[in-house]
């Protein structure tokens, strides 16, 4: 079984390319958005590996405004300090649990025009994003 790319991102440097089989899954990209239902390894390893770069100061402004606007959501911050898990740092962690632990992280890699979001808890879930605000709005959609 084969999956077939319908488009990619602007700005992704991937090939289309058909990819994908029973046992492994299939990806779709689209210009908004990628699904996966679960990438080769090697992929993912190379995405989540990419060291994340720093948020500016409108993307941070971004993170604020949606927080601010998505008043379910008890709790997301950028982890900036280098003493913070390395896991997380440069990281937005959200969380969208009562309990506070770290449900989503989204971050741009280095060198990628693309914002990765990675849900915890489960089976991990990636998606990528041509915007921050996709991204953030995959979560809970208030911005516009």
Same mark, same amino acid.
């Given at each position: 079984?084969?999956?077939?790319?319908?488009?990619?991102?602007?700005?992704?440097? @991937?090939?289309?390319?058909?990819?994908?089989?029973?046992? $492994?899954?299939?990806?779709?990209?689209?210009?908004?958005?990628?699904?996966?239902?679960?990438?080769?390894?090697?992929?993912?390893?190379?995405?989540?590996?990419?060291? #994340? $770069?720093?948020?500016? #100061?409108?993307?941070?402004?971004?993170?604020?405004?949606?927080?601010?606007?998505?008043?379910?959501?008890?709790?997301?911050?950028?982890?900036?300090?280098?003493?913070?898990?390395?896991?997380?740092? $440069?990281?937005?962690?959200?969380?969208?649990?009562?309990?506070?632990?770290?449900?989503?992280?989204?971050?741009?890699?280095?060198?990628?025009?693309?914002?990765?979001?990675?849900?915890?808890?489960?089976?991990?879930?990636?998606?990528?994003?041509?915007?921050?605000?996709? @991204?953030?709005?995959?979560?809970?959609?208030?911005?516009?």
């Amino acid at each position: 079984m084969a999956c077939r790319f319908a488009a990619e991102p602007s700005g992704w440097q @991937a090939p289309v390319r058909e990819v994908g089989t029973a046992d $492994r899954g299939c990806f779709v990209l689209t210009r908004e958005t990628v699904r996966f239902r679960k990438m080769p390894d090697s992929e993912t390893d190379i995405l989540l590996r990419l060291p #994340p $770069r720093t948020l500016d #100061p409108d993307e941070r402004s971004l993170v604020a405004e949606w927080l601010s606007l998505a008043s379910d959501i008890p709790s997301a911050y950028v982890s900036t300090r280098r003493a913070d898990d390395p896991v997380m740092y $440069r990281r937005i962690v959200i969380s969208a649990v009562a309990d506070g632990r770290p449900t989503h992280t989204i971050h741009a890699p280095s060198g990628k025009r693309l914002w990765v979001r990675l849900t915890i808890g489960g089976e991990p879930v990636v998606e990528l994003f041509d915007s921050l605000a996709g @991204a953030l709005n995959s979560i809970r959609r208030v911005l516009t």
